[in-house]
């Protein structure tokens, strides 16, 4: 989602995301998606399978996926023009070099979203961006109390979202 003076200018929905990561490491390396997940995340140490390997591939699928973004970006124009920078969300923003990948592709300042108040040494991290943002949607719907139009549901659905989106750039 790009943003221009708080105001959505782009909404884009790529096909590819941290499980295709994930599917890549299980076929190359001919293990169960379990034990790849696993492995995308640095978990699983006494393995055949070498570090340098491992990141090798996990790197050209997020060169991959960042390319998407910045073929994304020049359609728009608005290639290497969002001051801000991005921020890395969801499943495979806990990827050591997601955010220099990113960096390097986009030509653009990147960061991991940190949500809320948050530390990043929390067990509630990036990952969990978009539900930490419809959970306070919801919190705000059912303060607000009373019935909506259709219309007043979508308004403050993307005043929830820009509020989420901001608190997550520096």
């Known amino acids: ?5 708080d ?3 782009s909404l884009k929905v790529f096909p590819t995301g941290s499980s295709d ?13 379990m034990e790849a997940e696993q492995m995308k995340r640095g978990a699983v140490t006494g393995s055949d ?4 390997r491992m990141n090798a591939i996990v790197t050209v699928r997020l060169k991959t996926m960042f390319t998407l973004i910045d073929a994304h970006l020049k359609s728009i124009g608005r ?7 991005i921020v890395i969300t969801g499943g495979g923003s806990g990827l050591a070099n997601a955010e220099d990948i990113a960096r390097a592709i986009l030509k653009l300042p ?6 809320g ?21 919801a919190y705000a719907e059912d303060e607000a109390g009373g019935s909506h139009t259709l ?16 608190s997550l750039l520096p």
Not at 1 to 5: A, R, S
Request: net charge positive.
């Open 1 to 5: 989602m790009i943003f221009d003076n």
């Open 7 to 9: 105001i959505p200018v």
């Open 21 to 33: 990561i994930t599917n890549t490491i299980a076929l190359s390396f001919q293990i169960p998606l």
């Open 49 to 52: 399978i070498t570090p340098n």
């Open 79 to 85: 290639h290497r023009l969002l001051p801000a920078g």
């Open 110 to 115: 990147s960061q991991i979203a940190q949500i």
């Open 117 to 137: 108040h948050l530390s990043r040494t929390s067990t509630v991290d990036a990952t969990w961006a978009v539900a930490y943002g419809l959970c306070r949607w």
């Open 151 to 166: 219309g007043e549901i979508v308004r403050n659905a993307a005043d929830s979202v820009k509020q989420a989106v901001r």
